[in-house]
């Protein structure tokens, strides 16, 4: 019974593969919605392991009092990221959080990019050339690419800072990785 369950599995992964590509005929939007995917685990790790770097007690630290702490700059950081794909309604967002400690703050964060991740994955090709996206009232409609983008430079530009607050403690923060992409 197993094998004829495999073979009738088998015998419709085309027809499956083929529905799928039907969804995406723009094939340029399909691969740079997947290109965004890949690099997003990609961004995730890296900002976790900077995250990890910091031992407990620097979470509250800050190289400026103008500065938020440590804890409070990967808070905002996966809170605005959050913002930006919650236009989609696809999936639960975590909720906001004002964790201040090491496990709590990673825990936040994780979910953060999980949430985006499991958003982008879900994404079909209508959604992925919407133009009409609105995070902020007090901000012009967006397309689902700039929100990529979006999320992907304030990610970017957050974690640098935390790399100087790595830097004001005397931690080498970790290495970002340069490989290059399968196909």
């Known amino acids: 019974m197993r094998r004829r369950q495999f073979a009738g599995a088998l015998a419709a992964a085309p027809a499956a593969l083929s529905a799928a590509d039907s969804e995406w005929p723009d094939a340029f939007a399909k691969s740079w919605r997947d290109s965004f995917a890949e690099h997003w685990r990609d961004t995730r790790e890296y900002t976790l392991a900077v995250l990890d770097a910091m031992p407990e007690d620097g979470f509250g630290s800050r190289p400026d009092p103008a500065q938020r702490t440590f804890a409070e700059q990967l808070t905002h950081l996966g809170a605005a990221n959050v913002a930006y794909f ?92 340069f490989e290059p992409t399968a196909g």
């Open 86 to 177: 919650r236009v989609f309604g696809i999936g639960e967002a975590p909720a906001a959080s004002k964790t201040t400690g090491k496990a709590e703050v990673r825990a936040y964060l994780a979910s953060c990019f999980d949430f985006v991740a499991g958003v982008v994955d879900k994404l079909d090709q209508k959604q992925m050339l919407r133009a009409d996206l609105k995070f902020s009232q007090r901000l012009p409609a967006h397309s689902a690419t700039d929100l990529c983008m979006r999320a992907y430079m304030h990610t970017a530009h957050h974690r640098g800072q935390l790399v100087v607050y790595l830097r004001v403690k005397g931690i080498v923060p970790p290495s970002w990785k």
